[in-house]
Structures are given as structure tokens and as C-alpha cells.
């Protein structure tokens, strides 16, 4: 059985692939700079919590095993 549906004019079509297109690219971009700086975050955070990094401006606010 078919659905019946309405399709749009070319035109209108093309007029929403245009302003869609551009939103559909910075969504992805977004999204691809999300799963790097969770990796980076992943990578970095294991290091800073032991210590192995001190972070400038921090010795009065934490130490070196110690909680924060």
C-alpha cells in the first residue's frame, strides 16, 4: 500500500537544500569538535589529577594528592 504525500517544487526543494545544507555542515563540524576535545579531555585529565601537570596559580587552592 502507498502513502500518499505532496512533493514541493524543485524550487522549494532547492531553496531548503541551500539553507539546510549550511546548518547540516556546521552541526557536523560541531560535532566532530566535540569527540576531539572529549579525546583531549580524556587524555589530559588522568594527568592532571595526579599531579603530573601542576596547574600556574593553583598551589594555593590544591596539592599534589590532595582534594581539591
Known amino acids: 500500500e502507498s502513502i500518499r ?6 524550487e522549494v526543494i532547492d531553496a531548503f ?11 557536523e563540524a560541531a560535532s566532530a569538535e566535540s569527540e576531539c576535545l572529549a579525546a583531549l579531555r580524556d587524555a589530559l585529565l588522568p594527568e592532571l ?3 603530573k601537570f601542576p596547574l600556574p596559580g593553583c598551589a594555593n587552592t590544591c596539592h599534589r594528592g590532595g582534594s581539591i
Open 5 to 10: 504525500h505532496v512533493e514541493p517544487p524543485g
Open 17 to 27: 537544500d541551500a539553507l539546510a545544507g549550511g546548518i547540516d555542515d556546521l552541526v
Open 49 to 51: 589529577l595526579s599531579g
